[in-house]
């Protein structure tokens, strides 16, 4: 650390390397501003101005009228649902490629130290598997089931069963690998087979961990479900697409709201759920 | 093997099971009060023409007119999520030294407060907020990411700042130093393989959220994604989700690469 003298007339010695460093960032960020047509100045221009205070203006009152706060109600718990349901789904895919994708439960591997080569293949392409479910975003997905089964909210719960497949698989692997496998090795030599060496050595070691994890991601999906409602996949977002698509600023102030709530007690359930769980 | 021996496994807590049943009512409600229609996934009719949709997608467009199209559109989403991640360092952190209590606990609180709003809406839905201020393009995006990534990296940024030990800084300020230069001179130095390891960590997130972004019209690939898919055009939209894919993974390995270096591994 360069501790400042401050007698000294330079107070920083690193200061010539300090500007250098600022000029080349500077020249680098130049395509980057120009390809992302970064122009601060049309924000205040008299027309988005306007436009934007006509909009916002429309916030306060949030809308509140007794038909439209059911709708609200309705669609939020339609958000809930397509998460909880999407991530049902995905425990159900990705614990069995889990179970290929984790070497800690290889057989084959205790005697000579590797695997099998048919092992290495299965287990190899359970994980490529994982890798292709999780890269494809989860809007993408909703956006092509969106043209498979239509609108509404099985789209919804499709993506997010896929990606978060990939996600939970990987992830639940890493962790009962990482975890200590004493058990699970003991277990195994002593000719147990790979499901009772993993309900009874690798679980246990892991459980809280894998428990935290999920709430985790649950409440990430509730996010992602209510992203994908943009793409027609049900739920707020869908309400808030065409609120918005209306500039109806009242209806999406009141929306927002909930939505900030939303997100705040998806926050304190999983929280909750991790003290209780793990 | 002698199970007497062997202690019982642990009975769980009325409260637990209280919980477990929650979430058993959940999860069935979700499944009933949804109207999902599996019947037109799993017919023979849905199949067929599922995986014609799906055929429709090989072979990915290769022109090479189109090909510098979707290089272009790569481009221009790299650079909304730089420097949408830039903009949200810079605030984030100038936010995080009032969110860390150094200008007193109102302005801690009413910061904290601030940074959780931003943090709560995603990007995506910033975006189309920010879609009329801005206009359509790649300009709103890289605000929307800034937007969301501020809140989350000032929250991140105010924890670090919070957590550590306060002695370097009351030492340079016992001695005569301002605020801002013992901040900048004993704090900042500390938290800072912190700082930026969050940064690159929410970076890899927003080239995830850019990629997506333009679906609501704010540029990048995303917006050549929509355009393709709305028009039928599926080798055109295969080829843009290959670049995503792609583009995803280099970031990710970079990303990766240079948080090895940081921690010095």
Known sequence: MSAAQPTSKYPDPAWHGRVMLAVVALLLLWPMLQASEFQPWILFDKQSLSSTWQFLSGFVPPAHSPEFLAMLLEATWQTVAIATSGLVLA?????????LATASLSVSRLESGRMRNIAVLVRQSARWLLVVLRSVPELVWALLFVRIVGLGPTAGVLAIALTYSGMLGKVYAEILESSDTHATEALLRNGSGRLAALFYGALPEASAELVSYTTYRWECAIRGS???GFVGAGGIGQRMDESMKMLAGAEVSSMLIIFVLLVA?????STFMRKRLA | MDSRELTPPPAMTPATVLVL?????????????LDLKWGELFTADALRSSSEFLGGFAPPEMATPYLIKVAQATWETFSMSALGTLIALVLGLALALPGSGRFGVTARAVIRLKLNVLRSIPELVWAVILLIAAGLGPFAGTLALAAHTTGVLGRLFADALENLPREHEETLRINGATPMTAFFYAALPQILPQLLSYTLYRWENNIRAAAILGVV??????????????LFHMQQAAT???????MIMLVDGASFWMRRKLNGV
């Open chain 1, 91 to 99: 425990l159900l895919a990705a614990i069995p490629l889990t179970l």
């Open chain 1, 265 to 269: 007690a998806a926050d304190q359930v």
């Open chain 2, 217 to 230: 019209g704010a540029g990048g690939l995303g917006q050549m994604l929509k355009y393709h898919l709305s």
């Open chain 1, 226 to 228: 209510v992203i994908m």
């Open chain 2, 21 to 33: 049943l929650g979430l058993l009512v959940l999860v069935i409600a979700s499944f009933t009060t």
């Open chain 2, 240 to 246: 843009v989700i290959l670049a995503m894919l792609v």
